[in-house]
């Protein structure tokens, strides 16, 4: 199975460069945790009008903090644990059902040219990166 898991691996950072697929990876815990910090420190050094002030300082830096940076698809999938290596592949399998193939190669080709079975597969992919990522994704200009 590792086999496979490999092949489907390099599948998904196939599709995902073919389609120019970004995503970025949000950090909401940080950002939070960066505007409530500042708005504290806020009120303890200025009161009420430091609680405001130091809550919409931290509240841009928390923002700031989240937007996250646009990173290639392909190379998110290759920094995964194991463990989400695994859902991801489980995920595409469910697609592929009973396709079989010899290697890496022979299944980017026999998926690229299907046009269905395609999209079926990034549509995983996506579903994948959103749910269990919780990133935002974005196709290249």
């Given at each position: 199975?590792?086999?496979?898991?490999?092949?489907?691996?390099?599948l998904?950072?196939?599709?995902?460069?073919?389609?120019?697929?970004k995503?970025a990876v949000k950090?909401s815990?940080?950002?939070?945790?960066?505007?409530?910090?500042?708005?504290f420190?806020?009120?303890?050094?200025?009161?009420p009008?430091?609680?405001?002030?130091?809550?919409?300082?931290g509240?841009?830096l928390g923002?700031?903090m989240?937007?996250?940076?646009?990173?290639p698809l392909?190379?998110?999938l290759?920094?995964?644990?194991p463990?989400?290596q695994?859902?991801l592949?489980?995920?595409?399998?469910a697609v592929?059902g009973?396709?079989?193939?010899?290697?890496?190669?022979?299944?980017i080709?026999?998926?690229?040219?299907?046009?269905?079975?395609q999209?079926?597969?990034?549509?995983?992919?996506?579903?994948?990166?959103s749910?269990?990522?919780?990133?935002?994704?974005?196709y290249?200009?």
């Amino acid at each position: 199975m590792a086999s496979a898991m490999s092949d489907v691996m390099r599948l998904c950072c196939e599709i995902s460069a073919h389609d120019q697929i970004k995503v970025a990876v949000k950090n909401s815990a940080k950002g939070a945790m960066a505007a409530g910090g500042i708005a504290f420190v806020g009120g303890l050094l200025g009161g009420p009008a430091g609680i405001a002030v130091g809550g919409a300082v931290g509240g841009l830096l928390g923002s700031w903090m989240t937007s996250g940076q646009f990173r290639p698809l392909p190379q998110i999938l290759m920094e995964l644990p194991p463990n989400q290596q695994k859902k991801l592949y489980n995920d595409v399998m469910a697609v592929l059902g009973n396709l079989d193939w010899m290697d890496a190669a022979q299944l980017i080709a026999l998926v690229m040219g299907n046009a269905t079975l395609q999209q079926q597969v990034t549509a995983a992919l996506l579903n994948y990166v959103s749910k269990e990522l919780r990133a935002e994704v974005r196709y290249q200009d």
